[in-house]
């Protein structure tokens, strides 16, 4: 996991101008309060004005890459769903190989993400420095205003980063609890801190990241989890099939989904493979059209 840290740590620490770094960028956004939660459609228009301003006087057209809001709303993939997003790695305490080098480069796709996209990985920065100083108020306030003035339905939790400690996971199922009409969910390896403290409103709905080498912590932590989710990577696929079967078996045997995901740079030669998996595949990545908030199968 070392090699790709230091990789997050090199994209926080490269130039968008000359002599301000990314990082340098995120922290002069948070001291000049540029995203203080607004209350209304016409604060939040002054508060990307201010944006604008500071990253412009940093140098002009810097304000290309910074974010309006901490939340990103969907994409062509994810359909209408709202993420909330943390830097990889760097918030993800109990990553597995997702969070190492691989031939062809991470696994973790959010991590590929930020290499090539500065705004994604500032974002999530931002988040990450604002949560850490300013607490639960900022968050709750920033998810009431894509709630009720942005009409958001579906929270996701982290495309990047994950349950890094026990007060976020409390934030986390606090935040559910104070929007009961709208459905939460999250995928983590954080497997004990979600373990510590398993109850949580029915709205938030938690997903076992499972793989080949954190497989056997099903046993001990599976009960916990709304469903099961298993990555499975290449070349070697033949080697963990005895694994994806003892997972499914266990999801049956307890009454939760399985929902199977795939390398994205092997997806085609791992569809052959898991020919007899088929339907339990994740639809998208089995090459079908259909939105994750369309499709509904982790959070329902």
């Known amino acids: ?32 309060g540029a995203y203080a939660p607004p209350r209304s459609e016409a604060q939040f228009k002054m508060l990307v004005g201010l944006q604008r301003r500071i990253a412009e006087s940093v140098v002009r057209g810097l304000s290309r890459i910074v974010p309006r809001m901490p939340y990103s709303q969907g994409n062509r993939k994810t359909g209408n769903i709202w993420s909330f997003d ?7 305490p109990y990553a597995t190989f997702c969070g190492r080098p691989q031939r062809g480069g991470p696994i973790c796709y959010d991590v590929n993400t930020a290499r090539y996209s500065p705004q994604h990985l500032l974002r999530e920065y931002i988040n990450y420095i604002h949560l850490v100083r300013q607490g639960y108020q900022w968050l709750a306030d920033w998810t009431k205003f894509v709630v009720e003035l942005r009409g958001a339905k579906i929270v996701r939790f982290h495309v990047g980063g994950d349950v890094f400690a026990d007060w976020y996971w409390q934030y986390i199922k606090r935040l559910a609890a104070e929007h009961p009409q709208v459905v939460f969910y999250l995928y983590t390896r954080s497997f004990p801190i979600v373990a510590a403290s398993p109850d949580r409103p029915k709205n938030l709905k938690v997903l076992m990241s499972l793989d080949a080498t954190n497989h056997a912590a099903l046993r001990t932590y599976g009960q916990h989890f709304d469903h099961i989710t298993y990555l499975v990577v290449g070349p070697n696929v033949d080697a963990q099939l005895p694994k994806l079967a003892e997972t499914l078996q266990w999801a049956q045997q307890h009454g939760k989904r399985l929902i199977i995901f795939l390398q994205h740079t092997r997806r085609l030669q791992l569809l052959q493979k898991l020919k007899a998996y088929e339907k339990y595949i994740c639809p998208q990545e089995a090459g079908k059209n259909v939105t994750c908030n369309k499709c509904r199968l982790c959070f329902t």
Do not use: K, S
């Not at 090199?10 to 130039?15: S, T, Y």
């Not at 968008?16 to 956004?29: E, K, M, N, Q, S």
């Not at 943390?86 to 993800?92: E, S």
């Open 1 to 32: 996991m070392l090699p790709l840290l230091y990789m997050i740590l090199r994209l926080l620490l490269r130039e968008v101008a000359p002599g301000i770094t990314l990082r340098d960028l995120a922290w002069r956004l948070y001291t000049e």
């Open 86 to 92: 943390l830097p990889p790695i760097l918030t993800c």
